[in-house]
């Protein structure tokens, strides 16, 4: 319990963090992938925020009828911070796709892509194990969405390097909308509780 909670105010802060430095530097640089790397940022704070919530819960030592019914409420919210993922993705890649706006230069941006790169995929595992060990089902889920965030990281690292060496402006929208499927599917399974019935 105490791996998951520092691990989720970890993320929590660090997301706070990329949030700024993204869209800060992102409207700088008029770059509409590192705008949209920071409006995710924005989703995964409310995930890991209401994730944090549930874990409080059962760290102050609530019955498990209500450590359920917490489970369930942010096992739910997580599946729609899924699907307002997969909407951001679409919606960006395909504005990227029509305008043909390719992702601009940012120094800034690609070193905060590389430590998403890096950082999130630890963090998820790290999540994934404790939530085992907890049995969360909610906890799962955000440290999915946690690996989505370095999915993300790569795919804007691809858009810039493919832009910048051979001038595919269109390979960050193209590598974010393959997510998209499994986006949706996480987020339906949120939302039904389909891992809840199965478990």
């Known amino acids: 319990m105490r791996i998951a909670l520092a691990l989720v105010i970890a993320t929590l802060l660090y997301n706070v963090a990329e949030a700024v430095i993204a869209l800060w530097f992102g409207a700088e640089a008029e770059s509409v992938a590192l ?3 920071g409006l995710d940022s924005v989703i995964e704070c409310a995930a890991a925020g209401v994730l944090l919530w549930r874990l409080a ?4 030592g609530a019955d498990a009828e209500t450590i359920e019914r917490t489970e369930h409420r942010v096992h739910r919210f997580v599946g729609g911070t899924f699907l307002a993922l ?3 993705v679409v919606a ?3 504005w990227t796709l029509w305008t043909r706006d390719p992702p601009a230069e940012s120094v800034v941006g690609i070193v905060l892509a590389v ?7 630890l963090v998820s595992w790290g ?3 404790a939530a085992s060990e907890i049995g969360s089902r909610a906890l799962r889920a955000e440290a999915k969405e946690t690996l ?3 999915y993300l990281s790569f795919a804007l690292l691809l858009g810039l390097g ?5 001038g595919w402006w269109w390979a960050d929208p193209v590598a974010a909308l393959l997510m998209v499927p499994w986006l949706v599917k996480e987020g339906r399974e949120g939302l039904s509780d389909e891992e809840c019935c199965s478990d």
């Open 92 to 94: 960006q890649s395909a």
């Open 86 to 88: 997969a909407l951001y």
């Open 148 to 150: 989505a965030c370095s």
């Open 57 to 60: 819960v059962e760290a102050r």
């Open 35 to 37: 705008v949209g790397f």
């Open 127 to 129: 999540k994934l194990r």
């Open 162 to 166: 493919a832009n910048a060496v051979v």
């Open 115 to 121: 430590a998403s790169l890096v950082i999130m995929p």
